[in-house]
């Protein structure tokens, strides 16, 4: 059995740099040494080596082209892919990976919280734990994964939730999927997978889709013009979706022009359809042209609808996939 690693850079990565800090620069060879145990699981594993990177660099287009050459990989017989990288960015990577990945071969993310210069770094555990689930015939058909501190979690759940725990990693509304557990990959969850989104790696170049989370006393300053530089807005509200009374009607007015998802920026938990009706509340949001979006956070709805509006998808494809995303 074949196990394809891509490394990405990310604190795992990382090494020093003459007193100025560390930065990503090691390569699969020295990743893949430093994994007692490695050498014991049941797979060749093929080392494919990419530009290492803070993931604060990491871009859709560069993502999309990572999911594709997994999937030539696939198609050559590779049974599943790993994939190093920094952890600041993999709940949104990994999500997007998710989104456009076809394929019953799991798909891992995983990185490090502590770099390889100080003591107890986790990034040799948690590439083997990786490279485990990686080759596990139970983990086939779960689409991509992100495993760290021998938990397996979906993509479509995951968030890093700690800026510098080494369970950093939660699913906040699911709980992991699985363990990996003396070295034995336990999935004790199946979600169900929605079909594959298709996007050209160069789409993404061409939309911009903005965040703006609502804030006490926000006055909404950032927002005027912002159809004419974004294609779609994703607003992370209050609680279960509430914005300022005052900003009601300029999201109403936006979303005339753009797709606008409304999120909540609590971290878990859904926003509402029917509850409050207060100005600026979901009901009063929804009536002004506001698409729900359910359980995604709001840097979730963020990638979700990027894809969909790079694949070309109009106003009513938009509702559709977020009714069966949410
Ligand atoms: N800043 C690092 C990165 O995301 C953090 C990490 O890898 O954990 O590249």
Not at 11 to 40: F, Q
Not at 211 to 235: I, K, M
Request: proline share 5%; aromatic share 4%.
């Amino acid at each position: 059995m074949r196990i394809v690693l891509y490394t990405v850079g990310g604190t795992i990565a990382m090494a020093g740099s003459g007193g100025a800090g560390v930065v990503a620069r090691l390569g699969g060879a020295e990743l893949t040494a430093a994994v007692p145990g490695l050498a014991g699981v049941d797979a060749e594993l093929v080392v494919r080596d990419t530009e290492p990177v803070p993931s604060a660099d990491l871009t859709f287009r560069r993502i999309a082209e990572l999911v594709a050459a997994a999937d030539a990989a696939v198609r050559d017989g590779a049974a599943g892919v790993v994939v190093t990288q920094g952890t600041d960015t993999l709940e949104e990577t990994a999500y997007l990976a998710d989104l456009l990945w076809q394929r019953d071969e799991p798909l891992v993310f995983t990185g490090a919280m502590r770099n390889p210069t100080i003591a107890g770094p986790d990034g040799p555990a948690n590439l083997l734990a990786a490279v485990r689930v990686a080759a596990a015939e139970v983990a086939r058909g779960l689409g991509a994964l992100a495993v760290l501190d021998d938990e397996i979690h979906a993509a479509r759940f995951v968030r890093k939730a700690h800026a510098t725990a080494t369970g950093a990693f939660v699913s906040p509304d699911t709980g992991p999927l699985g363990h990996v557990i003396e070295g034995r990959v336990r999935v004790l969850a199946r979600p169900a997978r929605l079909p594959a989104l298709a996007v050209e790696p160069a789409a993404f170049d061409r939309v911009r889709v903005a965040l703006h989370t609502a804030t006490l006393d926000d006055d909404g300053a950032l927002l005027p013009h912002l159809a004419d530089r974004y294609q779609g807005l994703v607003v992370a509200g209050y609680g279960v979706g509430h914005v300022p009374g005052a900003l009601a009607p300029v999201f109403g007015g936006l979303a005339e022009t753009i797709p606008v998802v409304l999120t909540s920026r609590t971290g878990g938990g859904s926003v509402l359809a029917h509850t409050y009706g207060a100005i600026g509340s979901e009901t009063d949001l929804a009536r002004r042209g506001l698409i729900g979006g359910g359980l995604l956070s709001p840097y979730r709805a963020r990638v979700l609808l990027r894809c969909l509006l790079a694949a070309g998808a109009e106003r009513t494809g938009v509702e559709a996939a977020f009714a069966a995303h949410r």
